[in-house]
């Protein structure tokens, strides 16, 4: 029997201060910056109309407190999922990437190629594989989209969790340089049924037009 189609609005954290200055974040609990709570506002007001059942998130600040944006004004909760994490980087975190290229070199190098079983230094915790963490990523938003058929909801995460989706959905090999952009707070509308991913539309940032973000900030 065909399952019914679950909507799923996969969408980017807000800006952080570490996302400005190219600070690799990876685990590590950033928070959003103004620019970031901007985005947040405005992608709320976007999204206002739209009847959204369930919002999920990363446990990590910068997409918890995203999600709020969304969930707060229709008085849901936002159930966190630690699966939806930004991948693990391990000793890159906390760097910027030009100290990446000057500490580690030879694991930069394997980044840049997408090496998908690489795994790079530890840091306080163990880097996790490219495969590893698609794996993960895609395990993850499945799962949950398998809870709501029928229904549709919002899922804030990361770039990287992002990135591993749209190459599932779309039959694109992870070693494949990226080719498609992933902004923060970008709205990207997928369908989940019988199993499989599919991208309905991609990087809706129409939200953080000027016009919209002075809106916000009156």
């Known amino acids: 029997m065909t399952q019914r189609l679950t909507e799923i609005l996969l969408i980017r954290h807000g800006e952080t201060a570490w996302n400005a200055e190219r600070r690799l974040q990876g685990f590590l609990d ?8 901007q985005q947040a506002a405005a992608l709320a007001l976007a999204l ?10 990363s446990d990590l600040q910068r997409a918890r407190d995203t999600a709020e944006a969304i969930a707060t004004p229709r008085g849901l909760a936002v159930s ?10 391990g000793a890159f975190e906390g760097l910027r990437y030009d100290e990446i290229v000057d500490h580690f070199p030879e694991a ?36 949950i989209a ?6 549709k ?16 959905a779309r039959g694109v090999d992870l070693q494949q340089p ?15 049924a019988d199993g499989a991913l599919h991208v309905v539309s991609w990087g809706d940032v ?13």
């Open 80 to 89: 966190t999922d630690a699966n939806l994490r930004e991948r693990c980087f």
């Open 178 to 192: 990226r080719d498609f952009d992933i902004m923060n707070t970008g709205v990207n509308r997928f369908g989940w």
């Open 30 to 37: 950033i928070g959003l910056n103004e620019q970031g709570r």
């Open 206 to 218: 129409r939200h953080l037009d000027p016009a919209a973000l002075d809106e916000i900030g009156q």
């Open 48 to 57: 206002r109309d739209e009847a959204i059942d369930a919002v999920f998130a």
């Open 153 to 168: 909801i919002a899922i804030v995460t990361h770039g990287g969790v992002l990135d591993c989706l749209y190459r599932a």
């Open 146 to 151: 398998s809870r709501h058929p029928g229904q």
């Open 108 to 143: 930069w190098a394997q980044w840049q190629a997408r090496e998908i079983d690489a795994r790079y230094p530890a840091g306080v915790q163990a880097a996790e594989t490219l495969r590893e963490f698609s794996a993960r990523a895609v395990a993850a938003v499945s799962a």
